[in-house]
């Protein structure tokens, strides 16, 4: 009778092993397909923020930051539409805040898909 208690006690042990591996696997799919779209994200922040020094320091045309925005967000494989991004001068200052709303659609198995939506703020700086 000890033996058969100890045989079924194994096989919860073995499931629930197998249970904690199939959770790590999941996480460590998941933290390889999120992660990068964060980081990539960090780097559309710091472009956007060249942009917004650019622009403040040129005195650049609103055209002409929302198109640089687009070719920047194009280029890091951001969804951004020309009504998502506000280009605004601070009044009395030639300092250019750009604010911009993007997202990027990532594809898991299955064929779900996940929309990473974003919203930054940039402010351009004179450097002093």
């Known amino acids: 009778m000890n033996s058969s208690f100890s045989a079924g ?3 919860v042990v073995k499931l629930g092993c197998l249970a904690v ?3 790590w696997a999941v996480l460590g799919y998941l933290s390889y397909r999120i992660i990068p779209v964060y980081l ?3 780097a559309f922040v710091d472009a956007l923020m060249r942009v917004a ?3 403040s320091i040129g005195q650049w045309s609103d055209a002409r930051t929302v198109k ?3 070719v ?3 280029e890091m494989d951001f969804e951004v539409k020309r009504e998502d991004i ?3 001068h601070m009044r009395g200052r030639p300092e250019v805040i750009i604010i911009v709303n993007y997202r990027r659609t990532e594809t898991y198995p299955g064929d779900y898909q996940y ?5 930054t703020t940039a402010q351009g700086s004179l450097g002093y």
Do not use: P, S
């Open 68 to 70: 640089l925005v687009l």
């Open 72 to 74: 920047v967000a194009n």
């Open 9 to 11: 006690q194994r096989g």
């Open 115 to 119: 929309v990473f939506h974003f919203r």
């Open 21 to 23: 591996v199939a959770l």
């Open 53 to 55: 020094g650019r622009a």
């Open 40 to 42: 990539e994200k960090d």
């Open 86 to 88: 506000q280009v605004k």
